[in-house]
């Protein structure tokens, strides 16, 4: 038995390694000394099996237990940084300029960091640990933990389940949330092109004016998330782009729309793919224009599997407490690539508290190392509840 006291030492040192990572971020696919890093810690701990340079700069490594032959399970943490700029003021701010990790994905590593340290000295589990350290968990379709599945490394390293966990502002230091089904929603975005007839600003009857259209479908796009989706299940579609010309008496001859869809079923995928390409050529064709539309699919939901989950919940209650593991927390229609490993595998993504901190993505934001040894703490617990010796 161990509680957190157990993982104060190793904390020490994964404060160093996490601050080294905070001032030297590397965006997406570029995380080359990272993965230089993190491949020289492993191998300082007495792992001999990694492998580097899967999707540009991924690396999974294996621990075998020493309780016998049993499965492998995954454990993934995402080595990626912005394209932000600092404003933390903290004395290991990135040295990196308009780079910054604003996400906590410097946390993530130092975590499984130290929990390869201490899986690598104890073993005291059968099967196999496959340390999987992602690229480029931040970009749109094709992000690297798509692409770390699709270069096979499930088969290859014969992962039968897979867990990640991400750091969460606004949950307390030493405080769990996980919940089974969808964690986090589905990330799609999409463009239209509104094409009509421009002309002359005073002659609108001579035209076929693509902004008045634009307006309607704009609006179409709201009504149908709060007249055709059932109000009980999330849809989020959002406006966040629109262009047309410039000129104050130019009707222009095109109007573009873009923006992002959210939710947390896979069937809303479809339904708003059909039902947003219906909207905006019904109201075209209304009005005499014409609609281009793509739908473009990028992340999918975040869908955590019961028996893993409830392997994550009681990982967590016996390192925190059973008061200390909200089993329903509040899901997020934020988007993370780890549901590609998902899809691939049984598992379970879980939040673990980071306190008051700035908000994810702010360029306030810190990652506090109070949160290290019960990162630690849940990755060691994790892998000896799920593969007991
Ligand atoms: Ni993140």
Redesign the pocket.
């Known amino acids: 038995m161990h509680n957190v006291e157990t993982f104060r030492d190793l904390q020490r040192e994964a404060t160093e390694w996490r601050r080294y990572l905070h001032e030297n971020p590397e965006l997406d696919f570029q995380e080359h000394n990272t993965a230089k890093f993190v491949t020289e810690k492993l191998a300082s701990f007495g792992i001999n099996h990694i492998e580097t340079g899967i999707a540009e700069t991924g690396i999974v490594a294996l621990i075998q237990g020493e309780g016998g032959d049993g499965p492998t399970i995954g454990l993934r943490a995402?080595m990626d940084a912005l394209p932000i700029v600092e404003a933390s003021n903290k004395p290991w701010s990135s040295k990196n300029p308009g780079i910054m990790h604003a996400?906590?994905?410097d946390g993530h590593t130092a975590m499984l960091l130290g929990a390869a340290k201490y899986l690598a000295t104890t073993r005291n589990f059968k099967g196999s640990v496959a340390l999987i350290f992602q690229p480029a968990?931040?970009p749109e379709f094709p992000s690297g933990g798509f692409r770390m599945v699709q270069e096979g490394i499930m088969d290859r390293f014969g992962i039968s389940q897979v867990f990640g966990m991400?750091i969460y502002p606004g949950i307390d230091i030493g405080k769990f949330g996980i919940c089974p089904g969808p964690i986090m929603g589905s990330q799609d975005d999409f463009d239209i092109v509104v094409k009509g007839k421009g002309g002359h600003a005073a002659g609108p009857h001579r035209t076929i004016d693509p902004v008045v259209i634009a307006a309607q479908i704009i609006l179409g796009l709201q009504c149908l998330v709060s007249r055709k989706t059932d109000p009980l299940e999330s849809l989020v579609i959002s406006v966040t782009k629109l262009s047309a010309a410039q000129a104050y008496n130019i009707i222009p001859d095109h109007v573009e729309i873009s923006g992002t869809v959210r939710t947390l079923l896979p069937g809303l995928r479809d339904f708003a793919e059909q039902e947003m390409l219906a909207v905006a050529q019904g109201i075209a064709r209304g009005f005499g224009a014409d609609v281009e539309f793509k739908y473009l699919r990028s992340v999918p939901p975040t869908i955590n599997h019961s028996e893993q989950t409830k392997l994550a919940i009681t990982a967590a209650q016996d390192l925190v407490g059973f008061a200390s593991v909200n089993d329903a927390v509040k899901v997020s229609l934020g988007a993370?690539d780890f549901a590609y490993m998902l899809e691939a595998r049984p598992g379970a993504y879980i939040l673990l508290g980071n306190g008051p901190t700035a908000d994810?993505h702010n360029p306030a934001f810190d990652f506090d190392d109070e949160a290290l040894s019960y990162g630690i703490g849940y990755w060691v617990k994790l892998v000896e509840t799920a593969l007991p010796v």
């Open positions: 995402d996400c906590g994905h968990e931040e991400h993370e994810c």
